[in-house]
């Protein structure tokens, strides 16, 4: 059962473990080049400098994180970069993170979504155009932009709907789990 939830502040470093386990092409695809150690560091000496300005959603099976949207955010405008465990991918965990995180965006009113893609990676295009999302061939890779428009009752109703769903849950695990262990 997969759940999301944004991290606190204080669990932004396990973005950072999370990364430096990932394998090549799974880093290749978030970076957008081949993502070594100094990329993941500078990447989080960013993010921790100006913790305002940076925020994770996690999508979870249980206790293991099965993806993750990194929101950059610069002005009205946010960035997503977008990482799905190659086990989980194709079962429609990136459409349930960018559902939440567009629903986010706009009830805080930013104005704009950008999203880099490599030229080949077919699926993460599929997400944007999914989504509303204009791309446009730079020099083999693909931007995407979408104007976001402002928070609706929708877009409000959907952020609290998906909060009282992980809590539900994330509930059901944690009592599940308790039964095993005391009723085995």
Same mark, same amino acid.
């Given at each position: 059962?997969?759940?999301?939830?944004?991290?606190?502040?204080?669990?932004?470093?396990?973005?950072?473990?999370?990364?430096?386990?990932?394998?090549?092409?799974?880093?290749?695809?978030?970076?957008?080049?081949?993502?070594?150690?100094?990329?993941?560091?500078?990447?989080?000496?960013?993010?921790?400098?100006?913790?305002?300005?940076?925020?994770?959603?996690?999508?979870?099976?249980?206790?293991?994180?099965?993806?993750?949207?990194?929101?950059?955010?610069?002005?009205?405008?946010?960035?997503?970069?977008?990482?799905?465990?190659?086990?989980?991918?194709? @079962?429609? #965990?990136?459409? +349930?993170?960018?559902?939440?995180? &567009? $629903?986010?965006?706009?009830?805080? %009113?930013?104005? *704009?979504?950008?999203?880099?893609?490599?030229?080949?990676? @077919?699926? #993460?295009?599929? +997400?944007?155009?999914?989504?509303? &999302? $204009?791309?446009?061939?730079?020099? %083999?890779?693909? *931007?995407?932009?979408?104007?976001?428009?402002?928070?609706?009752?929708?877009?409000?109703?959907?952020?609290?709907?998906?909060?009282?769903?992980?809590?539900?849950?994330?509930?059901?695990?944690?009592?599940?789990?308790?039964?095993?262990?005391?009723?085995?």
């Amino acid at each position: 059962m997969i759940t999301t939830e944004f991290l606190p502040v204080q669990d932004y470093h396990k973005f950072q473990d999370w990364l430096e386990i990932q394998d090549e092409e799974t880093r290749q695809l978030y970076f957008g080049v081949a993502g070594n150690q100094f990329l993941i560091e500078s990447l989080m000496e960013r993010v921790l400098g100006n913790l305002d300005d940076h925020h994770f959603l996690v999508a979870r099976d249980g206790k293991q994180w099965a993806g993750t949207i990194h929101i950059a955010v610069h002005d009205r405008t946010v960035e997503f970069g977008i990482i799905v465990l190659d086990e989980y991918r194709g @079962q429609g #965990i990136a459409n +349930l993170m960018m559902e939440e995180a &567009l $629903a986010w965006a706009r009830n805080r %009113g930013y104005r *704009e979504l950008y999203m880099h893609c490599l030229g080949w990676n @077919q699926p #993460i295009k599929h +997400l944007c155009q999914k989504h509303g &999302l $204009a791309t446009s061939n730079m020099m %083999g890779d693909t *931007e995407a932009e979408l104007r976001l428009p402002p928070a609706d009752w929708i877009t409000i109703n959907r952020e609290f709907v998906s909060r009282q769903r992980n809590w539900y849950h994330r509930w059901l695990q944690n009592n599940r789990m308790l039964y095993q262990e005391l009723y085995g």
